[in-house]
């Protein structure tokens, strides 16, 4: 009688098990999933713009896009929901979060507030600020036919991410970072022509020449940045209306591409300032987390020579006076690079070429931690999570603090020192 | 208590005894034999003197007329060794001191015990005018030799398999245990079919408790007929209801005399080729005689590899329909798009493709099995290449539902036991349609259901889900890792055995 009883109640408690809804009703057959890779979010005129895109289908079928307005989030969502009435949109598995400049100069409260409390949305999406551009352009317009934003942000993320992928920002990143210092670190991203065209088909002259554009476009990031606003304000107008979905590139237009545009503080909620592509060396050394990178100094000749940066840490330590209060930061950071290319034709086994090249490169990575820390003292914006640093390292003291770490931020005294070493030259001359 | 196995008596089924209350005379044995077109009786005088006449009956076919002839009838019929035999008494003592040739020569005194032995295979000599007789053991040789397992191959074992001749398969037992502590105590079980069945086990290592429990239910077994290893099996577990194996099933003799010298007890049935060991837990049906033979580490992988196939098997097919039909947030994205490119198009549910090719496949089986071998392998070369082919082009199936019902399919195989992979082919198809109903959750229902059942089973005393849930960290070590044979000294304890070590 016991286990009879023991049975029934558990064959009550089944629908239980279902959540609120019947058991029968969150049952979705996989094929009718429209599963969103990409969402971008934008303000236009008051109202939320949300810009979705899925992954290219493997039959040939090419991205699907598709972008639906609405008082909130949750608004513009449904009325995505009414407009794609063929598949279920799927938002469990969104990888990349975008959102437009001018929204995110808005502030980035209601769209975290929204991927928090989604019950489908993961919270470790990583979350981009589309530099000098909006995310509707993004999402829609970046890729062609074979390729849409969802594989463009792959590269973007994969070139963003370190060895320990710590570099791409996530929005429980973010939000961790808001609430702890205030401020955080968002990646950025820029649309850029490339004349490259994605996919089979493209000839090798074509190529070679897109690859040089590209290449040209990726270091002239931070100078172009005007220009490509101006396009793409041209793109934002001939973009589609509400719940119309774009297959873009037309013929003989030159497709978008997606490439890292340096980072984006949050401060307060609100985007403040972006930081150049090439300060990620200093964010990398700061958060602990240096991405293999390239950095080019001058040689003893005045050429330039390309070094690449294989390990590196920066340790702060604190300053505080008699009477306890923080009046600095001795930033001690370690280098370690190898020569790559040098500017001119000369054995690179010498100590005095060695010591030439180390002495620069010290140089340059001080001057960027220096640019970096200041724009945080000047900012004071803490997106550093320096004051994580600090608490660690003297706990007692900084939980005696009389005013709050931002706040001294811009009366600290900075101390740096950096020491390089340039460990093997892959000169095969020796 | 039991304590040794003379305990038991010669045969310990004593129901229904006396059937035939009449004395033992020849017009008694043709009444009781009457319309049988096999019974023969043959009336010769002893010594050729007319003044003592002796029936000589037997079941033809069921003796060897050679033995009956050249060492019954010739030696009974000779002058010289009638030695002037005045009564029937003094032929009868005669025929018990040798003046048969036969080795086997029982003085019979009911007519029971007469017609159990005309029935298995020996040949009576009746004495009417004292109601006795002499059986003689002259069973025919006409029966199937030994040959190789064909269920459980074995690449370093022994290639020998029981056949359908009890005494045969005793035999080979002994020949493995070559003490007198093998104790074999027969009984007939089968109001019609008299069929032998011997209780194998080693005195001093099986637990007596178990022995005696054994016993108990054979002798509480009333049947017409015990003709296949199912009747046995359903009268004498703890729970026949349930769809678990109970008893462990092997052809191999050498697998059984280590069962038996691991404190198992066995039985082994008379037309049956299989015999069969108890008690089991679920951990007994995941070994396999090789493992004795491999390396420690390679029989540790086995046994890992077919733990973790046991719940492919299981689980596989139920947990991409609760995946593919519910959770698809679980799948990694790039699975994800895979699996939804692969069932574009196709127009049934993820559900009923799975089930759909559950059945199919077990129909396959079932195909394959019920022909001869060639067509057998058509059968299946036709289901898995052309059927299977043309439904993925079809898009009748996504490949991905045959990939996981293949996969299933492929994992069940590996469990050694056939009894254990039914069991898991039928949960399978439960979990799927949990599954469809529920999601997880429904795949967790019954598998909670499963695991409560799982507890509360036991198999002669011994929990079926030992060493798992004992508390014991060494038997539950020894379950998934087969240490070297100098460090296993000691048998397992849930089986109670008198001798707990096996080697110093």
Not at chain 1, 275 to 283: C, G, K, L, M, S
């Amino acid at each position: 009688m016991k286990r009879f009883l023991s049975l029934l109640i558990i064959i009550c408690s089944l629908p239980t098990f279902s959540g609120c809804s019947s058991i029968y009703s969150n049952y979705r057959e996989i094929q009718q999933l429209m599963v969103i890779q990409t969402m971008g979010f934008d303000r236009e005129k008051g109202a939320m713009q949300i810009s979705m895109a899925a992954a290219a289908e493997a039959s040939g079928g090419g991205p699907r896009r598709m972008s639906a307005q609405g008082g909130t989030i949750t608004a513009a969502i449904d009325r995505a929901y009414k407009l794609s009435y063929e598949e279920e949109i799927f938002l469990s598995h969104v990888n990349h979060l975008l959102v437009g400049e001018a929204a995110a100069e808005e502030g980035l409260g209601s769209l975290l507030d929204y991927v928090c409390q989604s019950p489908t949305m993961r919270i470790d999406i990583p979350l981009y600020i589309v530099r000098g551009g909006t995310a509707n352009q993004a999402v829609m317009e970046v890729g062609d036919d074979n390729k849409g934003i969802s594989e463009v942000m792959q590269t973007v993320r994969e070139s963003f991410a370190s060895p320990s992928n710590s570099h791409v920002f996530t929005v429980a990143d973010t939000i961790n970072s808001l609430l702890r210092y205030g401020s955080a670190l968002v990646c950025a991203v820029e649309c850029v022509p490339s004349s490259e065209p994605i996919g089979p088909g493209s000839g090798e002259g074509s190529q070679q020449g897109s690859s040089q554009d590209s290449q040209q476009s990726e270091g002239q990031t931070g100078q172009q940045g005007g220009d490509q606003t101006a396009q793409q304000s041209e793109s934002q107008d001939t973009q589609q209306g509400e719940g119309q979905a774009a297959q873009e590139t037309a013929q003989g237009e030159t497709p978008l591409m997606a490439v890292p545009a340096g980072y984006a503080v949050i401060r307060e909620g609100k985007l403040c300032k972006f930081i150049e592509t090439e300060d990620a060396v200093a964010v990398g050394l700061i958060t602990d987390s240096l991405p293999i990178t390239d950095i080019t100094v001058k040689d003893r000749n005045g050429k330039d020579a390309a070094l690449e940066l294989t390990h590196g840490s920066a340790d702060i330590t604190p300053v505080w006076d008699g009477s306890g209060q923080l009046i600095g930061l001795d930033v001690q950071a370690q280098v370690k690079a190898s020569v790559l290319e040098t500017g001119s034709w000369e054995h690179s086994d010498g100590n005095e070429y060695i010591n030439h090249l180390t002495a620069q490169l010290e140089s340059a990575i001080s001057q960027r931690l220096s640019e970096l820390l200041h724009c945080s003292m000047q900012l004071k914006a803490d997106f550093l999570g320096l004051a994580g640093q600090v608490e660690r390292k003297s706990p007692e003291n900084y939980r005696l603090m009389s005013q709050s770490f931002p706040e001294l931020l811009p009366g600290l005294e900075l101390e740096i020192t950096v020491r390089g070493q340039l460990s093997h030259t892959n000169d095969m001359k020796e | 208590m039991y304590n040794n196995a003379s305990d038991l008596g010669p045969g310990f089924h004593r129901q229904k005894q006396p059937e035939y209350k009449c004395l033992i005379s020849s017009q008694g044995l043709d009444d009781i034999f009457q319309h049988c077109g096999d019974f023969e009786t043959r009336e010769i005088l002893f010594g050729l003197e007319k003044k003592i006449s002796l029936h000589v009956c037997w079941l033809d076919g069921v003796v060897s007329g050679t033995a009956v002839t050249e060492e019954i009838i010739r030696p009974l019929t000779q002058l010289s060794r009638s030695h002037d035999a005045g009564s029937e008494q003094q032929c009868l003592e005669l025929i018990l001191l040798g003046a048969a040739y036969s080795y086997s020569a029982n003085q019979r005194d009911t007519m029971d015990q007469v017609v159990d032995d005309l029935t298995h295979g020996h040949c009576a000599v009746i004495l009417d005018g004292i109601n006795r007789a002499v059986c003689f053991e002259v069973r025919t040789a006409n029966v199937r030799g030994i040959s190789e397992p064909t269920m459980e191959k074995s690449l370093k074992g022994a290639k020998d398999s029981f056949v359908e001749t009890l005494r045969v398969n005793t035999s080979l037992v002994r020949r493995r245990i070559c003490s007198p502590k093998l104790k074999i105590v027969e009984s007939s079980v089968g109001r019609k079919s008299n069929t032998r069945v011997a209780v194998l086990f080693v005195d001093g290592v099986a637990d007596p408790a178990t022995v005696e429990e054994l016993a108990r239910r054979l002798d509480a077994l009333d049947v017409d007929a015990l003709l296949a290893t199912g009747t046995l099996e359903e009268y004498i577990v703890d729970a026949p209801l349930s769809p678990l194996p109970q008893l462990l099933h092997t052809e191999r003799p050498d697998r059984f005399a280590m069962q038996l010298m691991a404190g198992h007890i066995g039985l082994l049935v008379d037309g049956i080729p299989i015999g069969l060991m108890l008690p089991v837990s679920l951990a007994d049906f995941m070994q396999v005689t090789g493992d004795s033979s491999n390396h420690y580490m390679v029989a540790t992988f086995l046994t890992l590899l077919r733990y973790l196939s046991f719940f492919v098997a299981i689980f596989l097919p139920a947990m991409y329909v609760a995946v593919a039909m519910y959770h698809q947030e679980m799948i990694p994205t790039r699975l994800l798009l895979s699996i939804i490119e692969a069932k574009r198009d196709v127009p049934f549910s993820t559900a009923l493709e799975i089930i759909g090719m559950i059945i199919a496949f077990e129909l396959l089986q079932e195909a394959g099995l019920r022909l001869p071998n060639p067509i057998g392998d058509t059968i299946s070369i036709i289901g898995a290449l052309i059927v299977g082919q043309s439904a993925v082009e079809a898009r009748v199936v996504s490949p991905i539902a045959i990939i996981v019902v293949a996969t299933s399919g492929i994992a069940c195989y590996t469990l050694p036991s056939q009894d254990l992979g039914a069991v898991v082919r039928l949960l399978r198809l439960v979990l799927v349609v949990a599954a469809l109903a529920a999601g997880l959750f429904g795949v967790g229902l019954v598998l909670c259901l499963f695991l409560l059942h799982l507890a509360s089973l036991d198999s002669f005393g011994l929990n079926y889900t030992a060493p798992l849930t004992d508390g014991r960290s060494f038997p539950l070590l020894r379950l998934l890792i087969r240490l070297p044979k100098p460090m296993n000294k000691y048998r397992d304890p849930n089986l109670n055995t008198p001798d707990k070590r096996r080697q110093k």
